[in-house]
């Protein structure tokens, strides 16, 4: 079973950055893509970023396209979400996901991981 654990999360201001890392557990042969989601309170859980594990294909949502960067580390199973010039309405707790098919927007996630809040002030 894959498990993946979060870090990086936290508060802001509006115009500042954060950088979020999922770090994969060692049972990851099966995973083609990895990327992010965020779920606002009150909310829908939404697609963020995801990229195939090889880095051949990358996709992002149009609301953070130009401000956020998915990267990976493949020998230390971990994948990246740089955020930059980060607003309000980025606050939401963002999870980690994974998924068994080579497909960057995540449209079937395999795992989750716990969340992390990243709350943005105005």
């Known amino acids: 079973q894959v498990q993946l654990v979060e870090s990086g999360g936290g508060l802001v201001q509006a115009g500042g950055s954060l950088r979020l890392s999922c770090a994969a557990s060692?049972?990851?042969?099966?995973?083609?893509?990895m990327g992010w989601f965020r779920q606002p309170t009150g909310k829908e859980r939404e697609f963020v970023a995801g990229m195939w594990r090889n880095g051949a294909f990358t996709s992002y949502a149009d609301s953070v396209k130009g401000r956020f960067t998915i990267s990976r580390d493949n020998g230390k199973n971990t994948v990246y979400l740089q955020m930059n010039s980060l607003k309000p309405e980025d606050t939401a707790v963002y999870y980690c996901?994974?998924?068994?098919?080579?497909?960057?927007?995540?449209?079937?996630?395999?795992?989750w991981g716990q969340g992390t809040q990243v709350t943005v002030s105005s």
């Open positions: 996901a994974a998924s068994n098919r080579p497909d960057s927007r995540l449209r079937n996630v395999d795992y």
């Open positions: 060692e049972r990851t042969n099966n995973i083609s893509a």
